[in-house]
């Protein structure tokens, strides 16, 4: 069982920047994959981004403008949003990936203003 903690959602103007943060109960060095996903009102739940190892991959709406990282020393999973959008709005959720099942944080408000 893996237990992860989201933080770092909030209110932000169009073009302003986010950074989440996802803290997972396990040490992510043993996690296979980290991601980031999220639900916007009235849409199906989407990838936004997610790192596997060293290789990270992205949504493409997100491309350019979020980036994904992790801090083992920190055992920490970062999400940097940059230059956000309106339909950026939406609630992200962090997913941990092992070799057994795949977990979910319990998501993070994400609200940009136009």
């Known amino acids: 069982q893996v237990q992860l903690v989201e933080s770092g959602g909030g209110l932000v103007q169009a073009g302003g920047s986010l950074r989440l943060s996802c803290v997972p109960s396990?040490?992510?060095?043993?996690?296979?994959?980290m991601g980031w996903y999220r639900q916007g009102p009235g849409k199906q739940r989407e990838l936004v981004a997610n790192?596997?190892?060293?290789?990270?991959n992205y949504g493409d709406s997100v491309k350019g403008r979020f980036t994904i990282s992790r801090d083992i020393a920190k055992n920490t999973v970062y999400l940097q949003m940059n230059m956000l959008k309106p339909e950026d709005t939406a609630v992200y959720y962090c997913?941990?990936?092992?070799?057994?099942?795949?977990?979910w944080g319990q998501g993070t408000q994400v609200t940009v203003s136009s």
């Open positions: 997913r941990a990936d092992t070799a057994y099942a795949s977990y």
């Open positions: 396990k040490s992510i060095a043993y996690i296979n994959t």
């Open positions: 790192i596997i190892r060293y290789s990270t």
